[in-house]
């Protein structure tokens, strides 16, 4: 008790100091612990969960080629769509690798506007470019969930209806945007004709199955010189439904006019491991002139994470900043508050009987008074608000506080603060035994 009572009279007397180091210990736990689970999640991102992830992999024309596809010249661009016959080579070289993959594909062909349906116009003016460009809507055929996720056009989400049926021959479902669908005034149920690129008395008929919306503002191919280069204008369904209607089936014979489907092939991998390998295999096999390999999948989860990563690259040197600079600040404060301005303090006491351990030990109390619980509650308020700081910082990405991070930070902390106790300790352990005679001229002068 009385080594409690004085301790806690010398940390009183020292106010200053003693708030300052209660401040900085609270400031130096919560953002030790909130800046930790900022950093792990970003590893854990860019590590394991990337290397968990189940890449795909597409053939997509590059930029330069790009320029060359003229949405009016069916020649200029149907002639570079590459066909099944350009990607079974690396069909066979990843068998040959023992490389375990699966397939989808998308078709995509451009239809004709009708009576019954009304594409959002170009800047062309649609009616009298239809011959030119095929059609002032693109039909984009899924083979099956993993063909959708690779949709250059961005990912949607159905504000009404169902999502398409991928197996049933039978199927007539499509899937049109909010905005076409405002314009026709068309519901799911409804039935509506589009025509054949090609052939103007050809027509097929679909069924609304759903009314999608784009999850993101903007895309590519969001608004465009001719009706067909709208993404709103884009018409979703089953290739089991469109190959049954015959409108994206590729010829034996392929022409070089918009009855020719522009095919996709996404291969599908189980890890990304396995996607590095095919990328090496197909650079090795060499890619078709003008096409590069892109992954829309790891494309989009490096975006997704990429606000976690620029918060973590800031927040490395605001822990370090915090942890090193933050025990460099409480050392210094327990040296002022303890190895200065207390010589006759320690002194009358070693005189008046008490011991340099029952001293000591007064020393690490008020150090202990200053440290402990306010490393406590910073621990716990960093760890409570880690999740909604790391939100704030990473665009809504997870950064939960785990037992990886509290055990060792709970471990840490309590070797800083004995750390501290020790040097604090220190004082009057080394207090020399000369300075005694100065303490009791002191004392008798004090008499």
């Given at each position: 008790?009385?080594?409690?009572?004085?301790?806690?009279?010398?940390?009183?007397?020292?106010?200053?100091?003693?708030?300052?180091?209660?401040?900085?210990?609270?400031?130096?736990?919560?953002?030790?612990?909130?800046?930790?689970?900022?950093?792990?999640?970003?590893?854990?991102?860019?590590?394991?969960?990337?290397?968990?992830?189940?890449?795909?992999?597409?053939?997509?024309?590059?930029?330069?080629?790009?320029?060359?596809?003229?949405?009016?010249?069916?020649?200029?661009?149907?002639?570079?769509?590459?066909?099944?016959?350009?990607?079974?080579?690396?069909?066979?070289?990843?068998?040959?690798?023992?490389?375990?993959?699966?397939?989808?594909?998308?078709?995509?062909?451009?239809?004709?506007?009708?009576?019954?349906?009304?594409?959002?116009?170009?800047?062309?003016?649609?009616?009298?470019?239809?011959?030119?460009?095929?059609?002032?809507?693109?039909?984009?055929?899924?083979?099956?969930?993993?063909?959708?996720?690779?949709?250059?056009?961005?990912?949607?989400?159905?504000?009404?209806?169902?999502?398409?049926?991928?197996?049933?021959?039978?199927?007539?479902?499509?899937?049109?945007?909010?905005?076409?669908?405002?314009?026709?005034?068309?519901?799911?149920?409804?039935?509506?004709?589009?025509?054949?690129?090609?052939?103007?008395?050809?027509?097929?008929?679909?069924?609304?199955?759903?009314?999608?919306?784009?999850?993101?503002?903007?895309?590519s191919n969001g608004d465009g010189k001719y009706a067909k280069d709208n993404r709103?204008?884009?018409?979703?369904?089953?290739?089991?439904?469109?190959?049954?209607?015959?409108?994206?089936?590729?010829?034996?014979?392929?022409?070089?006019?918009?009855?020719?489907?522009?095919?996709?092939?996404?291969?599908?991998?189980?890890?990304?491991?396995?996607?590095?390998?095919?990328?090496?295999?197909?650079?090795?096999?060499?890619?078709?002139?003008?096409?590069?390999?892109?992954?829309?999948?790891?494309?989009?989860?490096?975006?997704?994470?990429?606000?976690?990563?620029?918060?973590?690259?800031?927040?490395?040197?605001?822990?370090?900043?915090?942890?090193?600079?933050?025990?460099?600040?409480?050392?210094?404060?327990?040296?002022?508050?303890?190895?200065?301005?207390?010589?006759?303090?320690?002194?009358?006491?070693?005189?008046?009987?008490?011991?340099?351990?029952?001293?000591?030990?007064?020393?690490?109390?008020?150090?202990?008074?200053?440290?402990?619980?306010?490393?406590?509650?910073?621990?716990?308020?960093?760890?409570?608000?880690?999740?909604?700081?790391?939100?704030?910082?990473?665009?809504?990405?997870?950064?939960?506080?785990?037992?990886?991070?509290?055990?060792?930070?709970?471990?840490?902390?309590?070797?800083?603060?004995?750390?501290?106790?020790?040097?604090?300790?220190?004082?009057?352990?080394?207090?020399?035994?000369?300075?005694?005679?100065?303490?009791?001229?002191?004392?008798?002068?004090?008499?």
């Amino acid at each position: 008790m009385f080594v409690l009572t004085n301790a806690w009279r010398a940390v009183s007397r020292r106010w200053a100091i003693s708030v300052l180091t209660v401040v900085v210990t609270l400031l130096v736990s919560f953002g030790t612990i909130a800046s930790l689970a900022i950093v792990q999640a970003s590893d854990t991102a860019y590590g394991s969960a990337y290397d968990a992830q189940n890449p795909n992999a597409v053939l997509r024309p590059t930029a330069a080629t790009q320029a060359t596809m003229k949405s009016d010249d069916a020649k200029s661009t149907t002639s570079r769509y590459l066909t099944l016959t350009d990607y079974e080579p690396y069909a066979e070289k990843m068998q040959e690798q023992n490389l375990t993959f699966t397939y989808s594909l998308i078709s995509t062909v451009p239809v004709r506007q009708s009576s019954s349906i009304k594409a959002i116009a170009g800047s062309a003016g649609t009616e009298s470019s239809a011959d030119k460009t095929g059609g002032e809507f693109q039909l984009r055929a899924f083979y099956d969930d993993n063909a959708v996720k690779a949709n250059e056009f961005g990912s949607y989400h159905l504000t009404s209806g169902k999502k398409l049926t991928f197996t049933d021959t039978t199927a007539t479902g499509a899937l049109i945007s909010k905005a076409v669908a405002a314009k026709n005034n068309l519901k799911v149920g409804d039935k509506f004709k589009v025509g054949d690129p090609t052939d103007t008395s050809k027509t097929y008929e679909f069924t609304v199955q759903g009314i999608y919306e784009y999850d993101d503002a903007a895309g590519s191919n969001g608004d465009g010189k001719y009706a067909k280069d709208n993404r709103d204008n884009v018409i979703y369904s089953a290739y089991a439904t469109t190959y049954t209607m015959g409108v994206t089936k590729e010829s034996d014979d392929p022409k070089n006019d918009w009855s020719k489907p522009d095919l996709d092939i996404v291969f599908q991998f189980s890890d990304t491991a396995t996607y590095k390998k095919f990328v090496k295999l197909v650079t090795k096999a060499k890619l078709p002139k003008g096409y590069e390999l892109v992954s829309p999948s790891l494309d989009e989860y490096e975006a997704s994470i990429k606000p976690l990563g620029d918060a973590a690259s800031r927040t490395r040197i605001v822990l370090w900043v915090v942890a090193l600079g933050g025990c460099i600040v409480l050392a210094a404060l327990t040296i002022a508050r303890t190895w200065f301005g207390r010589t006759d303090e320690i002194g009358m006491a070693l005189v008046s009987g008490v011991t340099k351990p029952r001293l000591g030990w007064q020393f690490m109390v008020e150090t202990f008074m200053l440290t402990v619980v306010p490393a406590v509650i910073g621990l716990l308020a960093g760890g409570l608000g880690a999740g909604a700081i790391g939100a704030a910082l990473a665009d809504g990405n997870a950064t939960p506080v785990t037992s990886g991070i509290v055990w060792p930070l709970v471990w840490q902390s309590i070797g800083v603060v004995v750390a501290l106790a020790i040097v604090a300790m220190l004082r009057p352990a080394t207090f020399p035994n000369a300075n005694l005679f100065k303490a009791s001229e002191i004392s008798e002068d004090k008499a």
